[in-house]
């Protein structure tokens, strides 16, 4: 199924995001985690690629196991800027072959010691490199970008960063999932400036429950989100205990989504990092609201 029919569909969509694990032995403990979170039946499942140390050769094997045995839709995800074009075009051929429809089309994180290079000769520069390679392989993929209300955190400003989104969709990304955020105005006013910027294709919302006191300073360096103060004073009065905070975490995020939906933002994406309570919970919450 490819995506944009759901995510075109106006009806409240509730997705969740799993990550492949880091070494073979951690494998059986995420395919236990994903099955969970498959088993909440969600509008679709999205599977990282090497994000956060995970290991890209396990996406497929995941996203196939998740539509093969639970029919809920897949959404894998491709960076393309640390490797090399046989490799992607190897990663495509395979794509094809297991008969995943939907991939997440991105540039991946440029490691810290390549910075400095000159790109003139890189195989891939940015997502759009790769939108156009899975354009050319005849493959008829449903693609998506990202997107980040807040502003990529090396883009000058948000005219360039919206310049470049508009490039990536005009070359044929499908729709656009956004990095997270925990002011649901930062993406009002991103929506609107999207819209006005011409790009119509739907927009997902990327909501992360943070659920300790530790996720928030990783959850802010990797994204550059800005935390308002209501969430700080929240992580201020339960960061110390565990089952506090992850229960006001949980809340926060729900109560995020709740107003996205209310005010017509209908797709929504969770950040559930491979944990299945979070992810039943915040589905549990929303129950009605889903009508489920
Ligand atoms: P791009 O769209 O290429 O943008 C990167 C920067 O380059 C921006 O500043 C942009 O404005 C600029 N730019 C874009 N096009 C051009 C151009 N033509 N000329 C000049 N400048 C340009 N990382 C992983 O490793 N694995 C994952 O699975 C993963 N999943 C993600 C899912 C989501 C929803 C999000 C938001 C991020 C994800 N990431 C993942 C992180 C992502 O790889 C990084 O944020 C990365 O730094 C940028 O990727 P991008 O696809 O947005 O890049």
Redesign the pocket.
Known sequence: MKLTELLNSGRASLSFEVFPPKREAAFAEVEGAVREIARLRPAFMSV????GGGTSRYTLDIAQEIERDWQVPTLA?L?CVSSTRQTVREQIVRLREAGIGNV?A????VPADRMGEDRAGWSYR???DLIRELKESGADFCIG??CYPEI?P??ADQK??LR?LK??VDAGCDFL???MFFDNHLLYNFLYKLREAGVTVPVVA?IMPITNAAQVERAIKLSGAMVPQRFRALVDRFGRDPAAMKQAGIAYATDQIIDLIANGVTNIHVYSMNKPDVAATIQSNLSAILGR
Request: proline share 0%; hydrophobic share 25%.
């Open positions: 990282t690629y090497g994000a995800h960076t997440m991105l540039r991946g994180d940015h997502a759009v970008g990202a990529h090396e883009s360039e960063d470049f490039e990536k999932t956004t990095q990327g």
